[in-house]
């Protein structure tokens, strides 16, 4: 995508606030990589192992890297627009593209995606909870010590103080100790399958290079589709870059060092252990598979999960809350602490209210919603923020073109209802002899200008209209599989098993 020369400027909040403005770049991409890496990962990482059973081992990985690109692609769309325009918010770049009505349409997208999300994931902790409680009491525990109970005290005593963040950059230190569990987990996968001798690739129920077909397919691209989307929180983030283009460029590189780095490599490793280890018995959550046993192991891992899943959700917050509050006082707005623990207490406690409130159907209404507004807003209105790009800046550099060459054709040209173009030469050239002779240098460099800039100019048709379009449809096509997954227990009976029932809630997280 095309590349702006302006020179930005991003403000955090308001412009007594300086924090993070000595970063050196080094400090500044690490602390974007380890953020990014928390809001990419999430919860994305337990229902890995299940798309992996399905898809095959070549196929998982093909797809992944098919959405890593598109991911990557679109983030790079709203950073460079953002460059170009200086409008460093999601809402701001839409109104830009496509006035008022686009940035009312982005504002309800995103709320539904990151409070949808929220859900999820806080049912998504009332799970592994239940689990939890369920291995370690063994029916000897109080009747009001359950999942819900569970999900309540990490959300209340964990997530909230969490929430209450002024920076998002201020969550690199949960970040990073989030890695840390990720790399731990994997750990544990990997010296298990090991030392069994990746048993469902040697009984070939892990196929390596083949796809095999199957009702579960679409369930395990769904997962993998929506498993690289960072763009509601790379927005926010965008802000605390150094500024000018300076930042621009940091933030493009941690979001490829994000998507192709740590996110390629965490889900493949993910990915291939727990599906060699097995099999076709990989649950939708691979907390339900038998990991570990005894109950300090047992203990030890699903505590660990249940904080590591509140940390996912921390910038998933910091994103609802900004555009909650982009919403209600717009981009004047100073910072204030009383505001601050207003939104926090209104996300999570409202999203706290509905998991509490039906903690084992929220996931498949949730899933309905992801998939719809995901598309919408890691897809659809990116690409419609750079096809405005494309349009509006081939216009400029047409006029830029004739200045250099002919600065008096160019200036006639910005007063005239219609552009200057071959069909106009070929009529001045049965014009009378002054007109002809006036207009002729004129039309000769045109047709040369013209003719050296043909070959470039359909390269870039394809390189900034043609690509991003096939990127939505990319996204659209995930968006189906997903509502598919979403929709279909809606139609019919469940089916005894957690298998069918869990992989909903991660077409949201």
């Not at 598109?70 to 999601?90: E, F, H, Q």
């Not at 030392?195 to 769904?222: M, N, R």
């Not at 006082?329 to 009383?338: L, P, Y």
Request: aromatic share 8%.
């Amino acid at each position: 995508m095309q590349r702006s020369d302006t020179q930005v400027s991003f403000v955090v909040e308001d412009d007594e606030d300086t924090w993070g403005s000595g970063d050196t770049e080094r400090r500044a991409f690490f602390s974007a990589c380890i953020t990014l890496t928390l809001g990419v990962l999430g919860s994305s990482i337990l229902p890995i192992p299940f798309a992996i059973s399905k898809t095959g081992v070549l196929v998982g990985v093909l797809t992944m890297l098919l959405v890593a690109w598109a991911n990557d692609a679109t983030s790079c769309m709203l950073i460079r627009a953002a460059a170009a325009t200086g409008k460093p918010t999601y809402e701001a770049l839409a109104e830009w593209a496509g006035g008022r009505p686009w940035k009312v349409f982005t504002q309800i997208s995103l709320v539904l995606l990151l409070w949808g999300t929220m859900c999820g994931g806080l049912c998504l902790i009332s799970d592994v909870g239940h689990m939890l409680l369920q291995r370690l009491g063994e029916g000897q525990l109080p009747g009001w010590v359950n999942g819900r109970s569970c999900m309540a005290a990490v959300a209340l005593l964990v997530l909230f103080p969490l929430c209450l963040q002024r920076h998002m950059r201020e969550l690199e230190k949960a970040a990073t100790a989030g890695v840390v569990v990720v790399a731990g987990l994997i750990a544990l996968l990997a010296t298990d399958t090991f030392q069994e001798g990746f048993p469902a690739i040697q009984d070939g129920q892990l196929p390596l290079w083949s796809l095999k077909v199957d009702s579960h397919l679409p369930e395990a691209f769904a997962v993998v589709g929506y498993a690289f989307y960072m763009q509601p929180m790379m927005m926010p983030l965008l802000r605390e870059m150094p500024e000018g283009q300076h930042g621009v460029r940091i933030m493009q590189r941690a979001v490829h060092a994000t998507l192709f780095g740590v996110a390629l490599t965490v889900y493949f490793s993910m990915g291939l252990f727990g599906a060699s280890l097995f099999g076709q018995d990989t649950e939708g959550n691979i907390m339900v598979n038998e990991l570990v046993a005894g109950r300090a192991a047992v203990a030890a891992l699903y505590g660990i999960m249940l904080l590591y899943l509140a940390l996912g959700m921390t910038t998933t917050q910091y994103a609802l809350r900004a555009s909650l509050d982009l919403m209600v006082f717009g981009e004047e707005a100073t910072f204030t602490w009383r505001r601050q623990v207003a939104w926090t207490t209104l996300t999570v406690g409202s999203s706290l209210t509905v998991a509490l409130a039906v903690p084992d159907q929220a996931e498949k209404i949730y899933a309905v919603v992801g998939a719809t507004a995901v598309c919408v807003v890691c897809y659809v209105i990116p690409v419609y923020i750079q096809l405005q790009m494309f349009r509006r800046s081939k216009q400029q550099r047409k006029l830029q073109v004739l200045e250099e060459d002919h600065p008096l054709a160019a200036a006639l040209l910005q007063n005239a209802a219609a552009p200057y173009g071959a069909d106009d030469c070929e009529a001045t050239a049965s014009a009378g002899p002054s007109l002809k002779t006036s207009s002729s240098s004129f039309c000769n460099g045109f047709r040369g200008i013209a003719g050296r800039r043909r070959l470039h100019h359909a390269w870039e048709v394809v390189h900034e209209a043609v690509l991003p379009i096939a990127i939505l449809l990319i996204g659209v096509g995930f968006s189906v599989a997903a509502l598919y997954v979403a929709v279909l227990p809606l139609l019919q009976q469940p089916v005894n098993g957690s298998r069918q029932l869990l992989p909903a809630v991660f077409a949201v997280a």
